[in-house]
């Protein structure tokens, strides 16, 4: 009955780094259910990612892992993908590594549309470095760098993909595993650039500073503030702030995708050699 | 027809959940405590441990064998049989 994650996982770095009550840990559990469903070989996976409390997850995944410099993950990421498109390139990043620190390398390869998922632990703050405000931390919450509370506005990382030109765009918070699961395997199984994003907790670098230090109060806080798809499209804009739309957000098959796209012009330059 | 069917499997009594909690990998951070909808676990108090606190299986019996508490655990420390 029991699910084995062990096939996919560095057992002996078990248990891991995170804090008590860290949503990472459900992100990872439910990326490795959405690999154990699909079937992938681990050998046929890259599994890529940045810096930061996220982007540890690697180290305890038993794959083909990179760990790389600050906000640059997608970047390798597209020159794996370039060298062998018939392998899964994956992606995980937190919130300040995904849309701050490599938000130009999100935006171009959401436009150039190529094979990867990226899946965003949007926790709302930088957790390894010590709780210093990201662009997604919500207005009025108090950060280390923001101690009269956050006045800048936040990110929606989802609008932003979708504008980008992202062709699968989904969100979930860690409160729901089995809805967070079946969105990374049908982001994995997509044919394009796909996006998912999953609302996580820090309990330690946010809560403790909002009030919310407990794990499961958080957890529920964050809950609270999710608005599945179809409940949201019945209400008004001013409900929806500072509130997140939750589900299946985006979805298009038709634009190409870019390895195939880059195909055609190897093909074509082979020919004109070879003439 | 469906019924016959029915009537010929012969009734296959399911093994009665277990709960399991790794003392090692638990960090006592109450997720399970609260998703549990029929309250299997509690957290207690340990004194050799660093993080101070774990989750015990309390009434095993309760289980329904939902698997909340093991997809929510961030740290691989609960295993239902």
């Given amino acids: 009955m029991t699910f084995n994650y062990d096939e996919y996982v560095r057992t002996e770095t078990i248990p891991h780094m995170w804090c008590p009550g860290c949503g990472i840990g459900i992100v990872m559990k439910s990326i490795i259910r959405a690999f154990t469903a699909l079937k992938w070989d681990k050998n046929d996976i890259a599994f890529v990612s940045g810096i930061g409390c996220t982007s540890r997850m690697p180290g305890y995944m038993d794959m083909n892992t990179l760990h790389t410099t600050h ?49 965003i632990n949007d926790n709302a703050i930088y957790g390894m470095t010590g709780g210093q405000y990201s662009p997604t931390t919500p207005p009025h919450m108090i950060a280390s760098t923001a101690p009269y509370g956050m006045v800048e506005p936040n990110f929606d990382i989802a609008k932003l993909v979708m504008g980008a030109g992202a062709t699968y765009v989904a969100r979930e918070t860690i409160s729901k595993g089995i809805m967070l699961e079946k969105y990374i395997k049908t982001g994995l199984a997509h044919k394009g650039f796909s996006v998912i994003v999953a609302e996580s907790t820090c309990p330690i670098q946010f809560g403790r500073r909002n009030r919310l230090a407990d794990p499961v109060e958080l957890m ?7 608005v599945p798809k179809t409940k949201a499209a019945g209400m008004a804009p ?21 390895t195939e796209v880059y195909q055609q012009v190897i093909d074509a330059a082979m020919k004109k050699e070879n003439k | 027809m469906v019924t016959a069917e029915v009537a010929a499997k012969p009734k296959v009594k399911k093994e009665p959940p277990v709960v399991d909690v790794i003392f090692e990998n638990c960090k006592g951070c109450n997720i399970c405590v609260d998703v549990c ?20 299986v309390k009434y095993p019996e309760k289980c329904t064998r939902c698997m909340l508490c093991e997809i929510e655990c961030p ?5 239902v049989y």
């Fill in chain 2, 37 to 56: 909808p029929t309250n299997v676990l509690v957290l207690i108090k340990v004194p050799n441990k660093w993080e101070g606190y774990i989750a015990e």
């Fill in chain 1, 220 to 226: 529920h806080w964050l809950k609270n503030r999710g």
């Fill in chain 1, 71 to 119: 906000g640059r993950a997608l970047a390798f990421a597209t020159g794996i993908k370039l060298a062998h498109p018939e392998k899964h390139v994956v992606v995980v990043g937190g919130d300040g590594d995904a849309t701050a620190i490599g938000g130009n390398h999100l935006i171009h390869a959401a436009r150039r549309n190529i094979d990867i998922t990226l899946i």
């Fill in chain 2, 75 to 79: 740290d691989f420390a609960i295993k």
């Fill in chain 1, 238 to 258: 001013e409900e929806l702030q500072d509130r997140f739309v939750t589900g299946e957000l985006f979805r298009d098959d038709s634009r190409p995708e870019f």
